[in-house]
């Protein structure tokens, strides 16, 4: 039986900050505020091997693919074991040579497969945030099953971490409607500090909901991802090539500064895969932003973490 939980951390506002959204008051005087997400999901993707019931079927070079349960991809799975193989130190060369941190969007499996990616993360000064334990779709699933991964992705991080930090943020990407109740839940039950939800497209600056499950007047923030700037939209089709995406990605850099320039600043994200910006043929558009956004004196390179905090120090939550 499905447990009840209260959805007003669900609750839908279409107004938000209206015409006259609040100045974010980034540190230094900042602008904009980019943050930039790396979704590190290799090794964690669906896959036999691992006990799902089929290979994974989106988000690599084949393009949408009809999995036959029970068999595994080879193909497939080389595909997701170039981005941890070598991708992704490709990826985080420049970011270490622009001295940029960024946040991981972190399967828990993945760095049971892989933890010099996590050693490295936490070592390097990069925030690392739940991409729960296994890429895949949590909607359909029963409350039971979707908590023990939550516990696998919280024993993943502690365990693979040098320093044990458990993630403050979470981003699942396929989420249930129940999946920040049940993260929040076992975070309470645990005693760790849930500080911001990422499943969620629907402003430029972070916002307040109920926490779930909270004490009255407890509040989650929210943080809005901008998911138009994801390198998904190759395997989409939306972006044609790695100018486009770069292009696409400068613009919204350059809308959100000049609004920061007549005093509302607000962030972007941009988001990437290592199996597919990390790729030499893509690597250039990610290089191009980066000198780019580097290039100006008045920008602050963040982890959603920093970005979260920021907030609530700046902008604390109503009860």
């Known amino acids: 039986m499905a447990t009840q939980f209260d959805d007003a951390w669900m609750k839908r506002d279409l107004f938000g900050y209206g015409p006259d959204r609040p100045d974010a008051k980034w540190p230094k005087g900042a602008k904009i505020a980019v943050n ?42 080389s595909q997701f074991d170039y981005g941890s193989r070598a991708a992704i130190w490709r990826i985080m060369r420049l970011f270490k040579k622009h001295d940029i941190s960024i946040t991981f969007y972190a399967v828990g499996r993945a760095f049971e497969r892989n933890p010099a990616v996590a050693k490295y993360a936490d070592e390097n000064g990069h925030e690392v945030a739940a991409h729960c334990y296994k890429w895949k779709p949590y909607t359909g699933m029963s409350d039971a099953e979707e908590e023990e991964y939550i516990r696998k992705a919280v024993n993943a991080y502690k365990t693979t971490s040098p320093s044990g930090k458990v993630p403050v943020g979470w981003f699942y990407g396929r989420p249930s409607e129940r999946s920040a109740p049940l993260v929040a839940k076992v975070y309470k039950e645990l005693g760790h500090e849930l500080l911001y939800w990422a499943d969620t497209y629907a402003d430029d600056l972070p916002y307040y909901t109920t926490m779930p499950g909270g004490k009255e007047g407890e509040s989650l923030v929210m943080m809005p991802y901008s998911l138009d700037c994801n390198d998904f939209k190759f395997w989409q089709g939306q972006m044609g090539s790695d100018d486009a995406f770069a292009q696409h990605c400068i613009d919204a850099f350059t809308t959100i500064r000049e609004e920061g320039l007549e005093g509302k600043s607000a962030y972007i994200t941009v988001a990437l895969h290592s199996r597919w910006i990390g790729r030499p043929g893509r690597f250039q558009a990610l290089r191009r932003m980066v000198e780019h956004f580097s290039s100006f004196d008045d920008v602050w390179f963040a982890t959603r973490e920093q970005i979260a905090r920021h907030w609530v120090e700046t902008y604390p939550p109503k009860a």
């Open 36 to 77: 930039f997400v790396l979704n590190h999901e290799e090794g964690g993707e669906r896959s036999v091997e691992d006990g799902d019931e089929h290979a994974e079927t989106v988000l690599h070079e084949f393009g949408q693919l009809s999995a036959e349960p029970g068999k595994r991809d080879p193909a497939t799975e």
